[in-house]
């Protein structure tokens, strides 16, 4: 028979997985001695198997429950539902990893109209026997039953006004139970049966609350958001009540064994006096710092900080502690290394291992990789996040708080920038053109797009927040107004954006810039120690690589070349060439492009002193190029000497159904050789003159996107190696280069064997290889992706973090067969998936090189990658 039911002490901290966090830290104070009140846990295969069950909680797991609450009635020397002095016990739910604030405590179940006659006799205290079953009504219906608690706080207000009262302490006993008799009343009215009396079925109900609370839509969200599969099921904790409500010598708190904010060593938190735990949640009352306690209960004190720093030894690590003090007698309730801000994650890693309590391979693996962001990007002013009001929530595309006023075009955005104003850009969504409201926008919020789109991809690049794909929006961007969750926003009106979070708030909420500190780069040099795989960047300007050369990249994987023509002189420019339909025409265009192309290689080659960088050639599904704006056009058709309606007309035939699947990538250079010949001859020349000027021992390294058959990669490199051998002939010049290419059609992973043979490299271009593997639009999937998790099909977002069945099957046939062809083959990825921590993961198993992501989170990587190593070495 399996066990799916454990008493506290029956377990310890090893058996996490099985009892979750909560229940294993609960067995392994039992085992420590520690005054806990007793219970047991309902393990977590018990939760999957109840799903497994269709929602049913087997007979066995009813049984090997009843048997335990039969073992803690008689330790404890109570009984359910006892006239004289009933067992109370706690519900609580306690999944592996913890998910704070999935399901809602509950309290003192066991309470019926006859034990809570018994409770009152026991504590010789009426009134908080009922106030206690007028709780527990309120919680059960709330919690377990899902009844709106507007129907019972609707009562309470009525009783407290038809009494006088005006707060709930000034109720007596007798008003008491008229609210109970009130509740019961309600109860049955919306549940269609009386409230249950029977103290087993009231926990039945409640482990089956617990269960069903594991798919709720918070919980799904937040296991998305932190990475949890969603098959692990949480646990089910119940536990004998204690009383911190019971007079002056009772209590209850929470603290932590160092600040969870800072970090900084020494005993912090707060508790309320003849208070239960909800109460100092719920900030009705101010509670004591905890270290007031000392003068309120010295012995209690005492006891609390020497428990405390046993706890904080035992762990050897920053301790949350949750504490209940009945009449004078300390109960710990749960200990859990405590969540921390990453400024606090760092300061506590390194002084542990100061202190010797942990190594340094312990410091990498205890900070969560992507909390780095909150110390390179502004975070919201905690204080003033509270009073903001969420109006509407779309992906967290580019990390960091910003908040400003809203402008619905490039140049508005620009020209407020210049007034010193603070902006946000809203937009349907971004093309090229927007490159200069971006960079003047502290945010950027759009309707459509998803984590690769182009406002992503580029907003990640430069470190700006940005908020994509809010469909819930309504926007006029002519008239300058956008709708959202019931909120008129109209151009000059403040909103807030949280990039790391994907909220959308009302009003100027306060930020704080990031911070870096010393313990920053001591993290950051263990992690280099241990980790393998290497990390490189994806940037395209010279500022952008040497942000990411400060913050650790090794070199870049992924200069995207057509982001060099981004900017306002060049635009029309790349356009010309693109809307060219002769030869002639398209070569002269591009000569005209080469002196930016190459000073900008140039300028990055010295930026790189020496490391490498993977060009990519142009790329562009040309719907992000072809131009829309009539002022544009008309400039265009100047330039070209073409009236507009030709403009239009070519505009008109270069578009496609599916330009992501259209004339972008190497068929570019396909049709159009004179590209790729355009780009040889910029890098070679660049790399020449920059290994020349300043002694660099320059290898370009030559990538050609989307390839799909070996045939293909032959062409274009044919193409190549003329144009290179040529420069190198002109100036004299011994330069080695390499010709690489991406793998981003299933068809090249499908044939990484028969395309090794002519690439010297691949570079893993997974936002591609998702789109085209799943067959989702890299920029419209977030529409319907939500309806997926929300269904369960998907738990995750497949462009943010790699789907390792899928997406990642294709990955690894490439990196053996592209190995067995080529055994020295050099393996990167580029995708996105590059500055996921679990995707880092993925890619340093699958022996991958390196990885290479977008500046800012090189950090991340590096830390992502030296956990990855350290934790197969276990
Ligand atoms: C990719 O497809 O993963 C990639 C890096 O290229 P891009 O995002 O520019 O298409
Ligand atoms: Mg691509």
Redesign the pocket.
Known sequence: MAKWVYLFKEGNAEMRNLLGGKGANLAEMTGLGLPIPQGFTVTTEACTDYYNNGKQISDEIKEQIFTALAHLEELQGKTFGDTEDPLLVSVRSGARASMPGMMDTILNLGLNDEAVEGFAKKTGNPRFAYDSYRRFIQMFSDVVMEMSKTFFEGILDEIKESKGAKYDTDLTADDLKEVIARYKAIYKEKMGEDFPQEPKVQLMEAVKAVFRSWDNERAIVYRRMNDIPGDWGTAVNVQAMVFGNMGDTSGTGVAFTRNPATGEKGIFGEYLINAQGEDVVAGIRTPQPITKLEEDLPECFKQFMEIANRLEEHYRDMQDMEFTIQEGKLYFLQTRNGKRTAPAAIQIACDLVDEGKITPEEAVLRIEAKSLDQLLHPTFDPDALKAGEVIGEALPASPGAAAGKVYFTAEDAKKARGKGERVIMVRLETSPEDIEGMHAAEGILTVRGGM?SHAA?VARGMGTACVSGCGEIKIDEEAKYFDLGGHHIVEGDYISLDGSTGKIYLGDIKTIEASVSGNFGRIMAWADEFRTLGVRTNADTPADTKNAIKLGAEGIG?C?TEHMFFEPERIPKIRKMILSDTEEMREEALWELIPYQKGDFKAMYEALEGKPMTVRYL?PPLHEFVPTDPADIEALAKDMHMTVEEVEARCEELREFNPMMGHRGCRLAVTYPEIARMQTRAVMEAAIEVKEEKGYDIVPEIMI?LIGDQKELKFVKEMVVKIAERVKKERNSDIQYRIGT?I?IPRAALLAGEIAEEAEFFSF?????TQMTFGFSRDDAGKFLDSYYKSKIYESDPFARLDQNGVGKLVKMAVEEGRAVRPDIKLGI??EHGGDPSSIEFCHKTGLSYVSCSPFRVPIARLAAAQAALNSRK
Not at 765 to 769: Q, R
């Open positions: 690769t991809v992924l995207r790329d996107p991406m981003e271009g997974t936002n591609d290889l580029c995708g």
